[in-house]
Protein backbone atom coordinates (compact mmCIF):
# COMPACT_ATOMS: atom_id res chain seq x y z
CA UNK A 1 0.00 0.00 0.00
CA UNK A 2 2.91 2.23 0.86
CA UNK A 3 4.52 1.76 -2.31
CA UNK A 4 1.21 2.64 -4.52
CA UNK A 5 1.31 5.86 -2.23
CA UNK A 6 4.76 7.16 -2.38
CA UNK A 7 4.11 5.94 -6.36
CA UNK A 8 1.15 8.12 -7.08
CA UNK A 9 2.58 11.54 -4.75
CA UNK A 10 5.41 11.00 -7.73
CA UNK A 11 3.58 10.85 -10.10
CA UNK A 12 1.40 13.90 -9.03
CA UNK A 13 5.27 15.51 -8.59
CA UNK A 14 5.87 14.57 -12.07
CA UNK A 15 2.80 15.69 -13.31
CA UNK A 16 3.49 19.16 -12.12
CA UNK A 17 6.90 19.08 -13.97
CA UNK A 18 5.02 18.39 -17.17
CA UNK A 19 6.66 15.10 -17.56
CA UNK A 20 3.17 13.29 -18.14
CA UNK A 21 1.64 13.26 -20.93
CA UNK A 22 -2.39 13.08 -20.67
CA UNK A 23 -3.98 13.17 -17.73
CA UNK A 24 -4.01 11.56 -14.66
CA UNK A 25 -6.37 9.42 -12.03
CA UNK A 26 -4.99 8.68 -8.77
CA UNK A 27 -5.41 5.75 -6.82
CA UNK A 28 -4.45 7.42 -3.42
CA UNK A 29 -6.55 6.48 -0.67
CA UNK A 30 -8.34 3.12 -2.28
CA UNK A 31 -4.86 1.45 -1.86
CA UNK A 32 -6.22 -1.32 0.67
CA UNK A 33 -8.88 -2.41 -1.98
CA UNK A 34 -6.05 -3.76 -4.76
CA UNK A 35 -3.26 -5.01 -2.17
CA UNK A 36 -6.61 -6.86 -0.45
CA UNK A 37 -7.98 -8.11 -3.38
CA UNK A 38 -4.34 -8.86 -4.86
CA UNK A 39 -3.15 -10.67 -1.80
CA UNK A 40 -5.44 -13.64 -3.26
CA UNK A 41 -4.36 -13.82 -6.15
CA UNK A 42 -1.80 -15.95 -7.96
CA UNK A 43 0.44 -14.88 -10.69
CA UNK A 44 -1.71 -16.49 -13.34
CA UNK A 45 -5.24 -15.05 -12.50
CA UNK A 46 -6.20 -12.26 -14.15
CA UNK A 47 -7.28 -8.51 -13.36
CA UNK A 48 -9.07 -6.11 -15.34
CA UNK A 49 -8.40 -2.24 -14.59
CA UNK A 50 -9.74 1.20 -15.15
CA UNK A 51 -8.48 4.85 -15.62
CA UNK A 52 -7.50 4.87 -12.30
CA UNK A 53 -5.15 1.81 -12.55
CA UNK A 54 -1.54 2.11 -11.29
CA UNK A 55 -2.54 1.15 -7.73
CA UNK A 56 -4.20 -2.68 -9.16
CA UNK A 57 -1.05 -2.89 -11.18
CA UNK A 58 1.58 -2.53 -8.49
CA UNK A 59 -0.92 -4.72 -6.18
CA UNK A 60 -0.66 -7.42 -8.99
CA UNK A 61 3.18 -7.19 -9.03
CA UNK A 62 4.07 -5.40 -11.66
CA UNK A 63 7.56 -3.40 -11.90
CA UNK A 64 7.60 -0.07 -10.31
CA UNK A 65 9.97 0.90 -12.51
CA UNK A 66 8.47 0.01 -16.14
CA UNK A 67 4.81 0.82 -14.71
CA UNK A 68 6.47 4.67 -14.14
CA UNK A 69 8.55 4.25 -17.47
CA UNK A 70 5.21 3.47 -19.39
CA UNK A 71 3.19 6.64 -17.52
CA UNK A 72 5.91 9.25 -18.73
CA UNK A 73 5.46 7.63 -22.18
CA UNK A 74 9.03 6.30 -22.37
CA UNK A 75 10.28 3.58 -24.74
CA UNK A 76 11.02 1.21 -21.45
CA UNK A 77 7.68 0.98 -20.20
CA UNK A 78 5.28 -1.72 -20.35
CA UNK A 79 3.55 -0.71 -23.90
CA UNK A 80 6.70 0.73 -25.29
CA UNK A 81 5.14 4.58 -23.60
CA UNK A 82 2.38 3.70 -26.39
CA UNK A 83 -0.03 3.29 -24.16
CA UNK A 84 0.47 5.61 -21.06
CA UNK A 85 -1.59 5.76 -17.69
CA UNK A 86 -4.56 4.70 -18.95
CA UNK A 87 -3.48 1.82 -21.38
CA UNK A 88 -1.26 -0.34 -19.14
CA UNK A 89 -1.28 -4.03 -19.41
CA UNK A 90 0.88 -7.01 -19.02
CA UNK A 91 -0.24 -10.56 -20.09
CA UNK A 92 2.57 -12.36 -18.17
CA UNK A 93 1.51 -10.75 -14.34
CA UNK A 94 -2.26 -11.17 -15.74
CA UNK A 95 -2.73 -7.58 -15.99
CA UNK A 96 -5.33 -7.62 -19.03
CA UNK A 97 -5.25 -3.54 -19.21
CA UNK A 98 -6.60 -0.94 -18.16
CA UNK A 99 -9.05 0.92 -19.77
CA UNK A 100 -10.39 4.71 -20.40
CA UNK A 101 -13.76 3.36 -21.42
CA UNK A 102 -16.02 3.82 -18.66
CA UNK A 103 -17.27 0.11 -17.48
CA UNK A 104 -15.68 -1.31 -20.06
CA UNK A 105 -13.24 -4.01 -18.32
CA UNK A 106 -16.09 -5.78 -17.16
CA UNK A 107 -17.01 -7.47 -19.77
CA UNK A 108 -13.56 -7.96 -21.13
CA UNK A 109 -13.57 -9.77 -16.94
CA UNK A 110 -16.65 -12.20 -17.64
CA UNK A 111 -14.72 -13.36 -21.22
CA UNK A 112 -11.38 -13.80 -19.08
CA UNK A 113 -13.87 -16.03 -16.95
CA UNK A 114 -15.36 -17.76 -19.75
CA UNK A 115 -11.94 -18.35 -21.33
CA UNK A 116 -11.02 -20.06 -17.84
CA UNK A 117 -13.79 -22.16 -17.52
CA UNK A 118 -13.45 -23.85 -21.62
CA UNK A 119 -10.17 -24.21 -20.50
CA UNK A 120 -10.78 -26.07 -17.64
CA UNK A 121 -8.28 -24.02 -15.19
CA UNK A 122 -9.08 -23.41 -11.70
CA UNK A 123 -7.87 -19.36 -12.52
CA UNK A 124 -9.61 -16.68 -11.08
CA UNK A 125 -10.49 -12.92 -12.96
CA UNK A 126 -11.59 -10.02 -11.01
CA UNK A 127 -12.62 -6.86 -12.22
CA UNK A 128 -11.89 -3.43 -10.54
CA UNK A 129 -14.74 -0.81 -11.27
CA UNK A 130 -16.34 2.25 -10.11
CA UNK A 131 -19.50 3.42 -8.66
CA UNK A 132 -19.71 5.54 -11.50
CA UNK A 133 -19.70 2.11 -14.13
CA UNK A 134 -21.68 0.05 -12.51
CA UNK A 135 -24.54 2.30 -13.83
CA UNK A 136 -23.32 1.00 -17.64
CA UNK A 137 -25.29 -1.39 -19.50
CA UNK A 138 -22.00 -3.56 -19.15
CA UNK A 139 -22.38 -3.92 -15.51
CA UNK A 140 -25.61 -5.61 -15.49
CA UNK A 141 -24.98 -7.77 -19.75
CA UNK A 142 -21.49 -8.76 -18.17
CA UNK A 143 -22.49 -10.33 -14.13
CA UNK A 144 -25.58 -11.66 -15.31
CA UNK A 145 -23.62 -13.85 -17.56
CA UNK A 146 -20.75 -14.29 -15.55
CA UNK A 147 -23.52 -15.43 -13.08
CA UNK A 148 -25.72 -17.61 -15.60
CA UNK A 149 -22.58 -19.58 -16.81
CA UNK A 150 -21.21 -19.64 -12.97
CA UNK A 151 -17.98 -18.17 -14.28
CA UNK A 152 -14.70 -17.60 -12.10
CA UNK A 153 -15.02 -14.07 -11.59
CA UNK A 154 -14.91 -11.54 -8.51
CA UNK A 155 -16.74 -7.98 -9.73
CA UNK A 156 -15.06 -5.63 -7.06
CA UNK A 157 -16.84 -2.51 -6.81
CA UNK A 158 -14.15 0.75 -5.44
CA UNK A 159 -17.41 3.05 -4.13
CA UNK A 160 -15.79 6.29 -3.75
CA UNK A 161 -19.20 8.23 -3.68
CA UNK A 162 -18.23 10.19 -6.72
CA UNK A 163 -18.15 9.61 -10.36
CA UNK A 164 -15.71 12.58 -11.49
CA UNK A 165 -18.08 15.78 -10.01
CA UNK A 166 -21.30 13.05 -9.94
CA UNK A 167 -22.09 12.36 -6.22
CA UNK A 168 -23.46 8.75 -5.94
CA UNK A 169 -26.97 9.62 -4.30
CA UNK A 170 -26.99 11.94 -7.80
CA UNK A 171 -27.29 9.51 -10.28
CA UNK A 172 -28.60 6.21 -7.87
CA UNK A 173 -31.77 5.68 -5.40
CA UNK A 174 -30.00 3.26 -3.70
CA UNK A 175 -27.08 3.33 -1.18
CA UNK A 176 -25.25 0.00 -1.87
CA UNK A 177 -23.97 -1.19 -5.22
CA UNK A 178 -23.90 -4.82 -3.84
CA UNK A 179 -27.48 -4.71 -3.34
CA UNK A 180 -27.30 -5.12 -6.99
CA UNK A 181 -25.91 -8.34 -6.80
CA UNK A 182 -29.29 -9.92 -5.54
CA UNK A 183 -30.98 -9.10 -9.33
CA UNK A 184 -28.37 -11.69 -10.94
CA UNK A 185 -28.19 -14.94 -8.23
CA UNK A 186 -24.95 -14.38 -7.01
CA UNK A 187 -23.67 -12.93 -3.40
CA UNK A 188 -23.12 -8.94 -2.97
CA UNK A 189 -20.71 -8.08 0.05
CA UNK A 190 -20.33 -4.48 1.31
CA UNK A 191 -16.93 -3.89 2.96
CA UNK A 192 -14.83 -1.05 4.56
CA UNK A 193 -12.41 -0.50 1.58
CA UNK A 194 -10.11 1.32 3.86
CA UNK A 195 -9.43 -1.50 6.16
CA UNK A 196 -7.11 -3.68 4.09
CA UNK A 197 -7.81 -6.58 5.93
CA UNK A 198 -11.78 -6.81 5.71
CA UNK A 199 -11.25 -6.43 1.98
CA UNK A 200 -8.73 -9.55 2.02
CA UNK A 201 -11.34 -11.80 3.94
CA UNK A 202 -14.13 -10.31 1.76
CA UNK A 203 -12.14 -11.35 -1.60
CA UNK A 204 -10.48 -14.87 -0.08
CA UNK A 205 -14.35 -15.97 0.29
CA UNK A 206 -14.97 -14.93 -3.34
CA UNK A 207 -12.05 -16.05 -4.75
CA UNK A 208 -12.31 -19.23 -3.12
CA UNK A 209 -15.93 -19.55 -4.46
CA UNK A 210 -14.98 -18.99 -8.27
CA UNK A 211 -12.31 -21.43 -7.78
CA UNK A 212 -14.87 -23.97 -6.72
CA UNK A 213 -16.64 -23.34 -9.79
CA UNK A 214 -19.74 -21.71 -7.52
CA UNK A 215 -19.42 -18.52 -9.85
CA UNK A 216 -19.45 -14.92 -9.16
CA UNK A 217 -19.49 -12.70 -6.47
CA UNK A 218 -20.37 -8.89 -6.16
CA UNK A 219 -17.79 -7.44 -3.82
CA UNK A 220 -18.41 -3.69 -3.02
CA UNK A 221 -15.37 -1.68 -1.27
CA UNK A 222 -16.39 1.88 0.68
CA UNK A 223 -13.70 4.26 -0.06
CA UNK A 224 -12.62 7.86 -0.76
CA UNK A 225 -9.69 9.11 -3.33
CA UNK A 226 -7.61 11.23 -1.21
CA UNK A 227 -7.02 13.38 -4.29
CA UNK A 228 -9.72 14.87 -7.14
CA UNK A 229 -11.06 12.60 -10.01
CA UNK A 230 -7.89 13.64 -12.39
CA UNK A 231 -4.99 15.93 -12.93
CA UNK A 232 -5.38 18.58 -10.89
CA UNK A 233 -9.11 19.17 -9.82
CA UNK A 234 -9.47 20.66 -6.10
CA UNK A 235 -12.38 18.66 -5.56
CA UNK A 236 -13.97 21.83 -4.73
CA UNK A 237 -17.84 19.42 -4.53
CA UNK A 238 -16.77 17.63 -2.13
CA UNK A 239 -18.06 18.97 1.21
CA UNK A 240 -15.06 19.81 3.40
CA UNK A 241 -16.21 18.03 6.28
CA UNK A 242 -16.62 14.76 4.46
CA UNK A 243 -13.25 14.42 3.19
CA UNK A 244 -11.37 15.12 6.43
CA UNK A 245 -13.24 12.24 8.32
CA UNK A 246 -12.59 10.01 4.98
CA UNK A 247 -8.81 11.44 5.46
CA UNK A 248 -9.03 10.21 9.00
CA UNK A 249 -10.00 6.96 7.77
CA UNK A 250 -6.48 6.85 5.69
CA UNK A 251 -5.87 2.78 4.75
CA UNK A 252 -2.11 3.03 5.36
CA UNK A 253 -2.35 4.56 9.11
CA UNK A 254 -5.08 2.25 9.96
CA UNK A 255 -2.71 -0.98 9.26
CA UNK A 256 -0.30 1.01 10.63
CA UNK A 257 -1.36 1.57 14.10
CA UNK A 258 -3.30 -2.02 13.66
CA UNK A 259 0.62 -3.59 13.23
CA UNK A 260 1.76 -1.72 16.21
CA UNK A 261 -1.33 -2.40 18.95
CA UNK A 262 -0.70 -5.95 17.47
CA UNK A 263 3.08 -5.69 17.99
CA UNK A 264 3.11 -7.83 14.73
CA UNK A 265 5.70 -4.60 13.91
CA UNK A 266 7.77 -2.55 15.71
CA UNK A 267 8.05 1.68 15.25
CA UNK A 268 11.52 0.69 13.76
CA UNK A 269 10.69 -2.02 11.36
CA UNK A 270 7.99 0.19 9.94
CA UNK A 271 10.59 3.30 9.51
CA UNK A 272 12.64 0.19 7.47
CA UNK A 273 9.91 -0.39 5.43
CA UNK A 274 9.69 3.28 4.45
CA UNK A 275 13.24 3.83 3.95
CA UNK A 276 12.73 0.50 1.81
CA UNK A 277 9.79 1.98 -0.18
CA UNK A 278 10.84 5.54 -0.73
CA UNK A 279 14.25 3.88 -2.16
CA UNK A 280 12.53 1.47 -4.45
CA UNK A 281 10.39 4.58 -5.76
CA UNK A 282 12.93 6.88 -6.36
CA UNK A 283 14.55 4.60 -8.30
CA UNK A 284 11.41 3.91 -10.88
CA UNK A 285 11.65 7.53 -11.14
CA UNK A 286 15.24 7.73 -11.94
CA UNK A 287 14.39 5.14 -14.37
CA UNK A 288 11.52 5.98 -16.24
CA UNK A 289 13.41 9.85 -16.52
CA UNK A 290 16.09 8.82 -17.25
CA UNK A 291 15.07 6.52 -20.17
CA UNK A 292 14.44 7.49 -24.13
CA UNK A 293 11.33 8.33 -25.70
CA UNK A 294 10.18 5.82 -28.69
CA UNK A 295 10.96 6.94 -32.13
CA UNK A 296 8.36 8.56 -34.35
CA UNK A 297 8.67 5.66 -36.81
CA UNK A 298 7.87 2.94 -33.92
CA UNK A 299 4.60 4.97 -34.07
CA UNK A 300 2.51 2.11 -35.75
CA UNK A 301 4.63 -1.01 -34.93
CA UNK A 302 2.82 -3.10 -32.35
CA UNK A 303 -0.49 -1.51 -33.69
CA UNK A 304 -1.78 -4.68 -36.04
CA UNK A 305 -1.07 -8.35 -34.88
C1 LIG B 1 -18.02 5.42 -21.37
C2 LIG B 1 -17.44 6.62 -20.69
N1 LIG B 1 -18.24 7.60 -20.25
C3 LIG B 1 -17.74 8.68 -19.64
C4 LIG B 1 -16.38 8.82 -19.47
C5 LIG B 1 -15.79 10.03 -18.74
N2 LIG B 1 -15.37 9.59 -17.41
C6 LIG B 1 -14.09 9.27 -17.14
S1 LIG B 1 -13.88 8.73 -15.56
C7 LIG B 1 -15.51 8.97 -15.22
C8 LIG B 1 -16.04 8.70 -13.84
C9 LIG B 1 -15.96 7.28 -13.46
O1 LIG B 1 -16.42 7.12 -12.14
P1 LIG B 1 -16.28 5.78 -11.38
O2 LIG B 1 -16.67 4.65 -12.24
O3 LIG B 1 -17.00 5.93 -10.09
O4 LIG B 1 -14.70 5.66 -11.13
P2 LIG B 1 -13.76 6.62 -10.26
O5 LIG B 1 -13.22 7.67 -11.20
O6 LIG B 1 -14.55 7.21 -9.17
O7 LIG B 1 -12.67 5.74 -9.78
C10 LIG B 1 -16.21 9.44 -16.34
C11 LIG B 1 -17.63 9.74 -16.35
C12 LIG B 1 -15.55 7.79 -19.97
N3 LIG B 1 -14.23 7.83 -19.85
N4 LIG B 1 -16.11 6.70 -20.56
MG1 LIG C 1 -16.28 6.58 -8.25
Known amino acids: ?7 EEKVYELYGQNLVPGTIHLYAGEEA ?5 CSNLRKDDY ?7 HGHCIAKGARLDKT ?3 ILGKKTGYCKGKGGSMHIADFSIGMLGATAVVGAGIPIATGAGLSIKLRGTDQVAVCFFGDGASNQGTFHEAINLAAVWRLPVVFVCENNLYAMGTRQSQVMLIENVADRAQAYGIPGVIVDGNDVLAVYEAANDAVRRAREGKGPTLIECKTYRHKGHSRVDPATYRPKAEAAEWLKRDPIVKLKTHLLQTHTLSEGEIKNIEIEVTEAV ?3 VKFA ?3 PYPAPEEALEDVYA
Do not use: N, Y
Open 33 to 37: VAVGV
Open 282 to 284: DAA
Open 1 to 7: MLEIRLF
Open 289 to 291: VES
Open 68 to 70: MAE
Open 47 to 53: IVSTHRG
